[in-house]
Structures are given as structure tokens and as C-alpha cells.
């Protein structure tokens, strides 16, 4: 199982409380653990990732094992802490502004 956890704004959205639980089918990738993500919860669909090109949202940033992944390959293996369950993949929302 890995644990995702998402930013407050998405988990209202998709009415979650707290960490998610993720079963992936095959390799553990970023893509994978998203397709699982949006078939469990279809509302956020496209809010993670834009629809057409499947690119990370501009403003949302992936981390875990205090590594920033947004720019990892999609089809890059997870940490093997994450895909043990033992560390989150976080799915934070970027502060901008000036």
C-alpha cells in the first residue's frame, strides 16, 4: 500500500480526511500511482494532471523521502520507502505570489 497524501483544497474536493491508501498495479511510478488515484477518486480527474498532455498541474509539486520528484521522469520507479509504505508520496500545492 503506499500513502499519498494531497493538499487540503484537493482533499475537500475529493472529501477526503486524511492520508489516502493506494493499491498500484505493476511498477510503482508516478503515473501509475495517479491512475490509481484517479480511478479510486474520478472527481480529480484533471485537477492533478491536465487532461490532454497527462503534465503535472503548474502549481502542484510532488515530494517523498524529502526529495522533490515534480521534474522525475512520469514512468521513474518510487522511492522504495514509498512503495513500502513506510513514507508518504506528497502531493503539495505551490505558494506563489509577490
Known amino acids: 500500500m503506499i500513502r499519498v497524501v ?12 486524511g492520508e489516502i491508501l493506494l493499491d498500484v ?3 510503482a511510478t508516478q ?18 494532471r491536465d487532461h490532454a498532455t497527462q503534465r ?3 502549481f502542484l509539486r510532488f515530494f517523498a523521502c524529502q526529495r522533490d520528484l ?7 520507479p518510487l522511492p522504495d520507502e514509498v512503495t513500502a509504505g513506510s513514507k ?5 500545492g505551490a505558494i506563489a505570489g509577490g
Do not use: K, W
Not at 515534480?70 to 521513474?76: G, I, L, T
Open 6 to 17: 494531497l493538499p487540503s483544497h484537493l482533499r475537500m474536493h475529493a472529501n477526503i480526511n
Open 88 to 92: 508518504p508520496f506528497l502531493i503539495v
Open 31 to 48: 503515473r501509475s500511482l495517479l491512475d490509481a488515484l484517479e480511478s479510486r477518486y474520478p472527481v480529480l480527474r484533471g485537477t492533478i
Open 25 to 27: 498495479d505493476g511498477e
Open 56 to 58: 503535472r498541474r503548474p
Open 70 to 76: 515534480s521534474h522525475e521522469p512520469m514512468d521513474a
